[in-house]
Each structure stands twice: as structure tokens, then as C-alpha cells.
């Protein structure tokens, strides 16, 4: 492969909804382009992307594809991102590390939810965004109808290039509005090849129509266009597409476009396109605001040759024989083969051995690499997704992925006890490749917990585990932190005595409980006086009762927000030591707390969900019978939809989010923090299992 320079490069996000046609356009791409020297399917499971076993399983993107094609002196590095909510992560990163956003909708289903969330995330970015109706020989396929559906649900902006000539198995040709011919494929055609040829006389009406709604449109976004528009004056084609690019940079038009990936017809107009319309990587001069790892000061980032190397780490994979593989999207500067880079973000060298560009599995090794390429390199030693990489002498740190928070949360553990190292391996490197999977140890409930954006997300984890590293583990509820407190006061005595024939065990105290506000905490108070504690036992006295409280009154959960005063006891000369008086702070907490009208504590999270107002009503009830408490309702951000505030129970909130995506069938969204802890009512208690049984509890 030949070295390509910035001007020469695009990138470009292939972003929709799950099935609605990315992968295979990413691999009719490259392969009409002849980068790819296979045209592969779904069906086969061998697409230039989906490689992974779990995708050829499913049939579904899992994570982040990266291929290329070679079109009209271009390198269009293309980007095949997930298109399930799961898997949102890899999608972002897809569109942080690319300039520009293909926008794929299915001929036959139109818009969907995971069409609309990509759309929104690509505009907030303020990448220019490109749309094409894909699959256009599946039966039922319909332009006007997924044009529509665009219109309604994305954005009124869009202005379609290209119409298709017939539909379906009918689908034979596509009309370029620019250059006013007809492409007319020729059948049994391996790559796309078509003639191109005066517009049919069954098709002149609806092109003149849609041309004069894509000039319209384009004269509006510039005024010295607009005028001559109205004057009657003809507008060349060249200076339609000129515009219509500048358009789209300040995100006035979207063009739309049409093709059937698997039969190849119309995926050259889209490289076309793409080459066209597209943004190169040096036009994308826009500033990147970065720390300097020197100190705290901000600098710019452009795509200049001559800068000092920067590059941003997108996504990691795992290799078999390889071990892991980083891809990383170049910012500024050039980077050759061998070259000795710095890890900004951890402070560590770095060496890029086997520099290579990335073809769906393959690696294809290459010399250098320009400002604004995409690259990859195998076996850095401490580099993982996130990190930016440049050089010692001016290290800079790039701002980082936004991946999105996780909405699920699973206790798991290995089916072998044998493999539990194994398993806290495997969870480590499986967070190192996708940031989205987090994992923690809870000291409190003595679990693994694993959290991720969806239950498929989780289930996929577990294959992964399972074929990387050979650990079979199992997915349970995670137990409640809950906690106990004391409603009343009491007081009493602890003493410990303790005769064994030699020196014995003695210990005596008097205390106080008395419950205190909520979150307030434990508070010890010394009143011994007269020495009938010996000072140095006062603090075994305040271990022995916080060691008690830990084990709970009711149900074996901690005990919070109390008070205790030591007021007097007793001590022997010989026997008395700390063990004895920790001891008599056991007993006494043991003997009093129970006539303090002990009471469960549940923990609550705070919810923010988003959802459209038609399921408003259905959230806000669902939230209600999870014992939710609803705070109040607001306009979302966006402008799109209600953002409900609520209250709710943890131990309510067990894959809220799962039910939330059936409830707004996939268009609500929820954010969730820890609030504290509320007194539960009677009824819910009473379900509470004792800690140390039942299935919850752990030793």
C-alpha cells in the first residue's frame, strides 16, 4: 500500500441501527474498491469485520471494525460500528476516532431507535453526516418511505443525491442528481460495474423533482447561490457538490443516498460520495483541547506533518499467538515503523514494531503514517484503550473516549472454585478492551461484581471468557448492601469473666445507646471517671462495639448512625486487659441493641430516565411500583423527550434498565447515583433475607 497524506485520507463512521446494513456496505466498500480481495456476507459469516466467533454466531456486530478502501487516489479508512445499545461503546469510539458519519437505513424498516441515537451522537460531534438507504433489493424496500422516516424522526435537513430506479427485485439502476445519468447496473455484476446513461423517460418526472429539491435546498444554505436560483440562472454540478459540502460541515444538509451492498449496485456512487463530500482528515482543522502532561496548560492539536506525533488509542483487541492489538487514529505529526513513541496517559515508552493499517483481521504493514490515518501495532507493553500517545519531548494527553456509563450490574463468580485467579485475569483484560465492562470487588458482600450497558453485553463477556481464557462463570443478583439502625435508647452492662486455672479474663463496662440522625454515623463517647476503666482499655471498650454493630441485630447487616457512652465498669488488677474489655463491648452491645428497637435500612439510588412522552405515563407507573418515590418531571436537554427524577430503591432496581428499553421500546435512557439509605417499610423487610443465609448471603 502506497503512503497517503492527510488531503488524501477520510475517516468515516459507519453508524446505524443493528441489521441495518453497516457491515456488509463496510465489506462491498472495500471489496469494490479492490482493497479487499472477497465479498463476503452475513449468512457465511465472512465479512471483511464481523470476525470475531461471537459475531459470526449472532450475526451482529459486537465491536468496532476497522477496514479501509482505496477509491480515486483516496484512502477512506472505514469504521463498522455495533448498532445494538449494548455495545454502544465501541460505536462512540468509532465516531471520536472518524471525521465524518455514513449513516446506514434499512430499506424496509426505515429509522429505528439505534438509528436515531447514532444520528444525535454524530451531530453532537459536529462531524458531517452522510445517509444512505441501504439494501434496496430486499423485498418491500422503499426510498420514499426510509426518506420519510429520516425526515420525521432525524432531521428535515435531509436532501437526497441520488434516487433508485425500481425497488426490490426490481432495484436495477440509481439516478445521480448532480451529474443528471442514470447508472444502470449490469446483471451478474461482481463489483458494482453499471452504464451510465440519459435518464429513462419513466423516471424523468420523479428526478426533476427531487433535483429541484436538492438545488433548492443547496441554494439556501449560500446566499450568492440562492440569488442566482431565484434569477432563473442554471447552477453546474460542480458547484452544487462544492456547496453541498460546506453544508454539511455546518450540519445545514445531509445528503441521502441509495445502493444494495450485497448485489454491489451503488456502492461506487457512495465511494464516490464519500471521496466528494466527505471531509479529508486535513480539513478537519477544528481545535482539540488537550492537557499538556508537563503542567495544566492547553494546547492545539492540527494535522500537520510537521508537529510532534499524537495519536489516540480507540480500541483494543486480544489476538490468539499475538496477544493484544492497539488501533489508534493520528492526530498530528508523522509516525514511522520502529519509531520510539511515549505513552502520555501512564507515563511510560512505548516502541511500534510491525507498524501496520488494519484490513477487517489482517494487518498490513506499512512504512509511515500521515497526520489523520488510522494504524495499529501489536504488543505494546502498558497501553490500553484511551491512552494518547506522543512524544517525550512534548507529551500532550488527548481528551478521552466518553464512553457511556454502565446500566447493569451482576455478581459473578467462576463455576470452578479452582479458576477464580484465572477469572480475575480474564475480567482485567476483558476492561482493558472494552472500558464499558467495569468490575470491582464488594468487601462488604465479598462478591465480584461485573457492569455493563446491557444483559447481551454481559452474555457476550461470558463467551469471551470462556474462549480467550478458558473460564466458565456464572451471572447472579448482587446482594443488597443493606443496614441496620436503633430507633430508642438503652443501657447496660457488658461484662466479660473468664477463670481457665492460671491468669483469667476480666472485663465490666456500663453504656448508653441512643440512636443518631440519618448519615450522622457512629460517635463513642468516653464519660468514665474515677479510673474504674483504666484508660488504656476505653478504646478496646469502642472496638468491641463497632465489631458487634458490624455483625448486625435483625438480619447480620451493619449497624449505623448510633451513639454509645461508656459511663462505668469495673477492672481486676491482674486479669483485666484489652481482649477482656473488647469482649465486654461485644456483650454489652449484644445484650442492649436488641431492646433498641432495631431497624432495617435500605439503600436508594437517584434516578434521571429520559424518555419520550408518549411512554411517560407507563415510566413514571413502572418507577411507582418500584416503590419510587417521583420527585418531578422536566424537558430533556435535547428538547427530545421528559426527563422523569425519581427516587427508587436499590434492591428495586435489579435490570431496570432492560426494562426500561421494553417499556420505550429502546428510546429511554437512564442515569443512576447512590442517594443513601431510608428506613424500609414493615412489609419489605420482612422479605429481607437473614444475612449468612439464603441465597444472597455470603459467608
Known sequence: MREYKSQEI???????????????????????????????????????????????????????????????????????????????????????????????????????????????????????VLFVVAMMDKENADFDAAYASIKERLTSKVVPVEVPIGAGAGFKGVINLFTKKAHLFKPGTKAGEYEEGPIPASEQARFERYHAEMVEAIAATDDALLERFFNGEEIPGEEE??????????????????????????????????????????????????????????????????????????KTTNENHVGEVSYFRTFSGTVANGAEVYNATRGAPEKLTHLAVPQGKERL?????????????????????????????????????????????????????????????????????????????????????????????????????????????KLRAPAIPYRETLLGNGEGQGRHKKQTGGKGQFGDC??????????????????ISGGVIPRQYIPAVDKGVQEAAERGVMAGYPVVDFAVECFDGSYHSVDSNEASFRMAGILAFKTIAPKCRPALLEPLMTLEVTTPDAYLGDVM??????????????PAPDGHGTVVKATVPMAELHLYATKLQSITHGHGSVRQRFEGFELMPHEAAAKVPVRGKGKEAEE
Open 621 to 634: 407507573g413502572d418507577l411507582s411500583g418500584r416503590r419510587g418515590h417521583i420527585a418531578g418531571t422536566e
Open 10 to 128: 477520510r475517516n468515516i463512521a459507519v453508524v446505524g441501527h443493528g441489521a441495518s446494513g453497516k457491515t456488509t456496505l463496510v465489506d462491498a466498500l472495500a471489496f469494490v474498491s479492490g482493497a479487499s480481495r472477497r465479498h463476503g456476507s452475513i449468512k457465511d459469516g465472512t465479512t471483511l469485520t464481523d470476525t470475531s466467533p461471537e459475531e459470526i454466531a449472532h450475526g451482529y456486530s459486537i465491536s468496532l471494525g476497522c477496514a479501509h478502501a482505496e477509491w480515486r487516489d483516496t484512502k477512506i479508512n472505514l469504521l463498522d460500528t455495533p448498532g445494538y445499545a449494548d455495545f454502544a461503546g465501541d460505536a462512540i469510539a468509532g465516531l471520536v476516532a472518524a471525521d465524518g458519519a455514513l449513516v446506514t437505513v434499512g430499506a424496509t424498516g426505515g429509522v429505528e431507535v439505534g438509528t436515531e441515537r447514532m444520528f444525535r451522537e454524530a451531530v453532537k460531534r459536529a462531524d458531517p
Open 241 to 314: 457538490m462544492n456547496a453541498m459540502k460546506e453544508a454539511m460541515k455546518r450540519a445545514e444538509l445531509f445528503p441521502l443516498l441509495a445502493c444494495s451492498s450485497q448485489l454491489t449496485w451503488g456502492v461506487r456512487t457512495v465511494l464516490d460520495f464519500l471521496v466528494q463530500l466527505m471531509p479529508s482528515a486535513y480539513e478537519m482543522e477544528e481545535i482539540h483541547a488537550l492537557k499538556g502532561a508537563e503542567g495544566a496548560r492547553t494546547v492545539e492539536i492540527h494535522p500537520r506533518e510537521g508537529d510532534p506525533f499524537t495519536a489516540l488509542v480507540f
Open 510 to 527: 456500663w453504656i448508653r445507646i441512643r440512636p443518631r440522625p440519618r448519615g450522622a454515623g457512629y460517635e463513642f463517647i468516653d464519660q
Open 365 to 473: 504493514e506499512v512504512t509511515k503514517l500521515h497526520p489523520g490515518d488510522i494504524g495499529c501495532v501489536a504488543k505494546l507493553r502498558n497501553t490500553h484503550t484511551n491512552d494518547t500517545l506522543s512524544t517525550k519531548e512534548h507529551p500532550v494527553r488527548l481528551p478521552a473516549i466518553p464512553f457511556p456509563d454502565a446500566l447493569v450490574r451482576f455478581a459473578i463468580e467462576a463455576t470452578a472454585r479452582a479458576d477464580e485467579e484465572k477469572l480475575q485475569l480474564g475480567l482485567h483484560r476483558l476492561h482493558d478492551e472494552d472500558p464499558t465492562i467495569q468490575t470491582h470487588f464488594e468487601p462488604e458482600t465479598h462478591e465480584t461484581i461485573i457492569e455493563g450497558l446491557g444483559e447481551r453485553h454481559l452474555d457476550v463477556a461470558l463467551a469471551r471468557l470462556k474462549r480467550q481464557f478458558g473460564v466458565e462463570a
